[in-house]
């Protein structure tokens, strides 16, 4: 991403841009956020709500976030919400940009937020038209360009649109991990130790463990099985994150180390798709994706259907209603969502291993999912007590 500092003095007419697809389409508008120009994946959020978890998710690394609801900014900008320390969005786009932000908590305005961390943005476009434009389309490549940027010719700026990287085999996860390990401490009395491989973690998932006695020690992306199991751990978790799963072999081969040792293991997002190759699945590229805190998924075990929160673009191919032989024992879909049968969840049923495509620690999002974290917590407790059992028969 690069910008320039030729942003309007306060009070000035905002400087025009423009939203640049890699299909020739382009969409006029001003400049929302710094002025200057960038490029990602043109993607929708269909979230009415947590912009600014959105924009704090590293899951949306590289990428230009379309907000379908009409009015952003109306909130503000506070220092809690934040799901991780900086913006990670490529570029946003934003039909009605809130005048002036109303909330007890708001420190400051959107605008002023995305203008300080250079995140390039684009306002007053039909982002109606953008979406279905999309969903017709498919995600692709997109570049904003503001301020002087705006006025390049046409052509010119398409060329550099569809120079720019593709999602499809793009390694992400490594840019967006943390580089040192750090432990979020158990809330309360401890009861378990679980190691978590940061590939785009957001903050309040450890925080969801914490708050059921866990000690979390988050762990960078790179991470080897010998780095998990320094630390003692009763479980494993594998975090949310952006890119290509089929590009992210490290973390492919951790899994299966951790399968290999019967470890009870818990994915989330990237990590489900990172659990579905590690059983030998594939994953493949969904046209539009799935980006939102509005989205249908049916648990296949309990037959309950759950709002859910959603970012992936990415999924995994693996066969419903039908039990796979693996490596690692019988593995069938334990999720899908409602909305086009897309697998959202992985089980296997000779091990404690499961995962999930959407984000259970609803932020921001529904809490619907919540059980999952108790799920992971089960499977730990019941290993626990299968270890002292066979400690006392063998005493």
Request: aromatic content about 6%.
């Amino acid at each position: 991403m690069m910008t320039s500092n030729d942003r309007p003095g306060a009070g000035s007419p905002a400087a025009s841009a423009v939203l640049v697809l890699e299909d020739g389409r382009s969409f006029r508008g001003s400049a929302y956020g710094a002025v200057g120009e960038t490029f990602g994946e043109a993607v929708f959020n269909t979230g009415m709500t947590g912009y600014q978890e959105t924009l704090t998710d590293p899951s949306y690394h590289r990428q230009v976030v379309v907000m379908t609801a009409p009015h952003i900014g109306n909130t503000g900008v506070n220092d809690e919400d934040p799901e991780s320390g900086r913006i990670w969005v490529a570029g946003y786009v934003v039909r009605d940009p809130a005048r002036k932000p109303s909330n007890w908590r708001s420190v400051r305005t959107l605008d002023e937020e995305l203008a300080a961390q250079g995140v390039v943005g684009i306002s007053g476009v039909d982002t109606r038209a953008l979406t279905r434009h999309l969903r017709e389309r498919g995600a692709m490549r997109a570049g904003i360009f503001s301020g002087g940027a705006a006025s390049a010719d046409a052509a010119a700026l398409l060329e550099r649109v569809r120079s720019a990287p593709a999602m499809t085999g793009a390694d992400l996860c490594g840019e967006v991990a943390t580089r040192e390990p750090y432990v979020v401490p158990a809330h309360g009395t401890k009861r378990f130790t679980v190691a978590a491989v940061d590939l785009g973690i957001k903050g309040m998932t450890p925080h969801r463990m914490a708050e059921r006695g866990i000690e979390v020690h988050v762990l960078p992306a790179d991470a080897t099985a010998e780095d998990v199991y320094a630390v003692a751990p009763d479980g494993v978790f594998f975090s949310n994150g952006p890119g290509d799963p089929a590009a992210a072999e490290g973390p492919v081969a951790l899994m299966r180390a951790v399968l290999e040792r019967g470890t009870p293991l818990f994915g989330i997002c990237f990590g489900n798709q990172i659990l579905g190759r590690a059983l030998g699945f594939g994953t493949f590229k969904l046209k539009y994706g799935h980006r939102g805190v509005n989205q249908p998924v049916q648990d296949r075990v309990t037959g309950k259907v759950e709002v859910t929160a959603h970012n992936h673009g990415f999924a995994v191919d693996a066969p419903l209603g039908e039990v796979t032989d693996t490596s690692y024992g019988r593995a069938e879909v334990s999720h899908v969502c409602l909305n086009d049968d897309v697998v959202e969840g992985l089980r296997l049923l000779d091990r404690p291993a499961f995962s999930v495509q959407y984000h259970p620690e609803a932020a921001a999002g529904p809490h619907d999912a919540a059980y999952l974290f108790d799920r992971f917590t089960e499977l730990m407790d019941e290993q626990h007590s299968t270890k002292a059992h066979m400690e006392d028969r063998r005493a």
